[in-house]
């Protein structure tokens, strides 16, 4: 719904002539660097001329005496929302997570303006499955203190304190350079990923899920250290991949695709059969996330390997049968 309510509107050759629009005078060195950043790896070979004065251009701009490019228009372009597009931010401001990354006056003036408009949709219109009950609870006022001191950190990469609770219920703490944010749709979750200092060095890397943060506070010192993202995850990366058997039933290839797209994967096809061997690597933290993204598929797929792997899915399709039949019995 999102893209095909803004792709036209605002679409990025739309907001790259806005953005060049915004200055009365420019220039052609300007221009090119401006498609060339913001566009696409192709739009530098045919959007400059649609800007600049010429035969194919859009008259956006006219030549002045010195080789500058001046505005045609009087004024710069202001954005205007229709009415599905506001009904659309009406919508999404109802959603608790979107005001963990707005401030209190942005949101009020917001639901000022928008208060005339109905909302698209709303929340409980929606079902979700496969998704744990314990989720974060956003609307918490030391949560979303927690969340903006911690998104800060991300930005600044700034060194700071944490004491949190582990998933066993442990009490730590420590010095954490936080690298990345990210929402796991399966747990309703905000974590962090992050590396743990001693003496201002790496001492591991690991994963703190923002609601269980107790208290955080911004040391004042930076990490200067360059940070690879890639190379982050690459220490996390287990040892052996998951090795998956997807059968073609119920569009099983096309649903295991698209639910695991955001993983490193090695493919491998069955011209006889149709289906698919796909070797999965993945965080070693994330392992029970994991199994339940593979158990949700049901019969369309089989874990063969490692063996590990396969006995933890066993025990866990024997506890939901067990717990199936105890239903049943009490009727």
């Known amino acids: 719904m999102m893209m095909n309510i803004f792709s036209e509107i605002y679409g990025t050759y739309f907001r790259i002539a806005a953005k060049l629009l915004e200055k009365q005078v420019t220039d052609e060195k300007t221009v090119r660097e401006t498609v060339q950043r913001e566009g696409f790896r192709d739009s530098v070979l045919f959007l400059p001329q649609k800007l600049l004065p010429g035969e194919e251009s859009w008259g956006l701009f006219r030549?002045?005496?010195?080789?500058?490019?001046?505005?045609?228009?009087?004024?710069?372009?202001?954005?205007?929302?229709?009415?599905?597009?506001?009904?659309?931010?009406?919508?999404k401001l109802s959603d608790p997570r979107i005001r963990l990354f707005m401030d209190e006056d942005t949101l009020t003036a917001l639901e000022k303006k928008l208060a005339d408009v109905p909302p698209l949709y709303r929340r409980e219109q929606f079902g979700f499955t496969d998704r744990f009950s314990d989720c974060d609870d956003f609307l918490s006022q030391r949560y979303t203190e927690v969340f903006r001191t911690a998104l800060t950190a991300v930005k600044r990469r700034s060194i700071v304190y944490i004491e949190f609770t582990s998933g066993h219920g442990k009490r730590m703490g420590g010095k954490?350079?936080?690298?990345?944010?990210?929402?796991?749709?399966?747990?309703?979750?905000?974590?962090?990923?992050?590396?743990?200092?001693?003496?201002?060095?790496?001492?591991?890397?690991?994963?703190?899920?923002?609601?269980?943060?107790?208290?955080?506070?911004?040391?004042?010192?930076?990490?200067?250290?360059p940070v690879s993202m890639e190379s982050y995850f690459l220490s996390r990366?287990?040892?052996?991949?998951?090795?998956?058997?997807?059968?073609?039933?119920?569009?099983?290839?096309?649903?295991?695709?698209?639910?695991?797209?955001?993983?490193?994967?090695?493919?491998?096809?069955?011209?006889?059969?149709?289906?698919?061997?796909?070797?999965?690597?993945?965080?070693?933290?994330?392992?029970?996330?994991?199994?339940?993204?593979?158990?949700?598929?049901?019969?369309?797929?089989?874990?063969?390997?490692?063996?590990?792997?396969?006995?933890?899915?066993?025990?866990?399709?024997?506890?939901?049968?067990?717990?199936?039949?105890?239903?049943r019995e009490e009727g």
Request: hydrophobic fraction near 35%; include cysteine; aromatic fraction near 10%.
């Open 237 to 327: 990366k287990c040892s052996s991949p998951a090795v998956i058997r997807v059968k073609p039933e119920r569009n099983g290839v096309e649903r295991f695709m698209l639910e695991f797209a955001s993983y490193e994967k090695h493919t491998v096809r069955d011209l006889e059969t149709g289906e698919y061997t796909v070797e999965l690597w993945y965080d070693r933290q994330d392992e029970t996330e994991l199994l339940i993204q593979l158990l949700s598929f049901g019969p369309v797929v089989e874990i063969t390997g490692p063996q590990h792997l396969r006995e933890q899915a066993k025990i866990r399709i024997k506890k939901q049968y067990e717990l199936l039949e105890r239903y």
């Open 176 to 225: 954490f350079v936080l690298l990345k944010m990210e929402y796991s749709p399966k747990n309703d979750k905000f974590r962090a990923y992050c590396y743990l200092l001693r003496n201002d060095r790496v001492k591991s890397s690991g994963i703190i899920n923002i609601g269980r943060i107790n208290k955080i506070a911004d040391t004042g010192r930076v990490f200067r250290t």
């Open 63 to 91: 030549r002045l005496s010195d080789n500058s490019l001046e505005r045609i228009t009087k004024n710069a372009p202001v954005k205007v929302l229709t009415r599905l597009q506001k009904m659309w931010l009406r919508a």
